[in-house]
């Protein structure tokens, strides 16, 4: 998808000011890696006279179907026809709006330390877009743009040229010309106004989405005559969020009317002195979640496999119900780092009694690892490269064999609601591999049953309707009629002390 946008100048202001503007030199090519794809910054033309600058955001189709399964938030049509033929590629939409918000976010708070007079000055815009959706035709993108002092030519493109009769498309070539507007006001206009023609988003769209609503749409939204529409195709027609933003708009309409602050008009009620509540982090809802699956388990001896630097281990240590807790990792280093978190140097007797740290591998049979009630395996799998998961496997449940395994690993459905990873990218360096709810479950299924485990499967962290929740949890609990080699052996070693004990009562008798 591409964008262009050009300004004119005179040797005394030169056009190329627009680059100071941008805070991207005319002179330098540029790429900066975005949620979807690879955004590349340019300069078709740069002189004194006339300068424009070029947006090019290459989309990765592919990373698109991997990480939202080719569906757009609210309903997008495209998701309908097909996960791997649609428009997203070609067509400006919400992620050419937030390329627009990533690349140029200094422009868009109208911040310019070099040239600070220019960015607070209306300047002669011309904006291209080639292939643009328009649910709603040319007419609705004259109805938006017009009353915001655009001179709009939006010319229908034709399904096929060389088929006249076919008809037009969805899409038109929108060229904007003639606005009196500084490049922030421009800028900010286009990052509401495309998503809200293509009518969909690529993303989830959450309660913070009304604040960044009413920040583009600062200086002009409140007036404009096509309000209601444009709010709620933003806010994807989230009926909630669109009255809680309409509501707000008609706040700033009345302060601007009494020419006052909008806290004058809006003070009905005191100002909350208490902090605004952050989300939980990700970390904290998945060792809540762990933490309430080994209590409903009844478990008190437990393993932390790659145990990392010691947070879950550290908070198996404040409730006494868990009298035994092992953290094992491979790394040294990590394990020093959980030691000096524990504190282990200076911890009482009675605690220091019940936990331990050790080094070992996962992908190897360890006595000391047998015996235990539960063993967890938190965002571990995705470290391994595939091809050695079945030796984890065999060593966790075919060796140790502990009555309940917990298991949690990412969900990378969830991946397409963060707009800051990268398309295509893991969320960390080292996973080797991220699975789908359908592929976790795909692989914990037969590991249950090779090894005599039940298996059931809970979302952690906040759940999405389309993707799931961002972590998936699997709960192997043994059943009781099966026997694995550390049941043997335990079994075994029973038997052997029942001879000796018979002997030794013969032998005294």
Request: proline fraction near 6%; include cysteine.
């Amino acid at each position: 998808m591409f964008l262009t946008i050009s300004t004119t100048g005179t040797p005394e202001r030169p056009a190329t000011d627009l680059g100071y503007l941008l805070h991207k030199h005319p002179e330098a090519a540029q790429t900066f890696s975005t949620s979807y794809g690879t955004a590349h910054v340019l300069y078709p033309e740069a002189d004194d006279l006339r300068c424009t600058v070029a947006l090019l955001l290459e989309v990765d189709p592919v990373a698109l179907v991997r990480r939202g399964k080719g569906k757009g938030r609210g309903g997008a049509p495209d998701a309908a026809l097909a996960q791997y033929v649609n428009d997203r590629p070609y067509a400006a939409s919400s992620l050419l709006a937030v390329a627009l918000s990533n690349v140029f976010s200094s422009a868009l708070r109208g911040v310019c330390r070099a040239r600070p007079e220019r960015a607070a000055e209306p300047l002669p815009l011309r904006v291209e877009i080639p292939a643009l959706p328009a649910r709603g035709g040319p007419a609705l993108v004259r109805r938006l743009f017009e009353p915001l002092g655009w001179t709009v030519t939006a010319d229908p493109v034709a399904l096929d040229a060389q088929f006249p009769q076919w008809g037009d498309s969805r899409y038109v070539r929108l060229v904007l010309e003639g606005g009196t507007l500084t490049l922030a006001q421009a800028l900010r206009q286009l990052y509401v106004l495309l998503p809200v023609l293509d009518d969909a988003k690529h993303y989830w769209v959450s309660s913070d989405e009304v604040d960044k609503l009413l920040r583009a749409g600062e200086g002009w939204l409140p007036e404009h005559p096509e309000q209601k529409l444009i709010v709620g195709r933003y806010l994807t027609r989230r009926w909630s969020l669109a009255r809680q933003a309409m509501e707000r708009l008609e706040l700033v309409r009345l302060a601007e009317t009494d020419d006052s602050e909008v806290e004058e008009i809006d003070n009905a009620v005191a100002a909350e002195t208490e902090k605004e509540e952050r989300p939980t982090p990700l970390a904290v809802h998945r060792r809540e979640a762990l933490l309430g699956a080994l209590r409903r388990h009844g478990a008190a001896r437990v393993l932390d496999l790659g145990c990392g630097e010691g947070q879950l281990v550290q908070t198996l240590l404040r409730d006494p119900a868990f009298t035994e807790i092992v953290g094992v990792d491979v790394s040294v280093r990590a394990l020093t780092i959980a030691s000096r978190r524990l504190k282990l140097n200076t911890m009482g007797e009675r605690q220091a009694a019940r936990v331990r740290l050790f080094q070992g591998s996962l992908t190897y049979t360890d006595k000391r690892l047998t015996g235990y009630d539960a063993a967890v395996l938190s965002e571990v799998i995705e470290h391994l490269d595939l091809p050695r998961l079945p030796a984890l496997e065999y060593a966790v449940f075919g060796a140790a064999r502990p009555r309940t395994v917990l298991v949690t690993t990412p969900n990378v459905e969830y991946n397409v609601r963060w707009e800051s990873l990268p398309a295509g990218h893991a969320r960390h360096g080292d996973h080797r591999f991220e699975w789908t709810r359908e592929e976790f479950r795909a692989w914990a299924a037969p590991v249950a049953e090779r090894h005599g485990y039940a298996v059931e499967f809970e979302a952690v962290g906040p759940e999405d309707p389309e993707v799931g929740a961002p972590t998936q949890m699997a709960v192997f609990t043994r059943l009781a009629a099966t026997e694995g080699p550390a049941d043997r052996n335990d079994r075994h070693d029973r038997n052997d002390r029942h001879d000796r004990n018979e002997k030794e009562e013969v032998k005294a008798a």
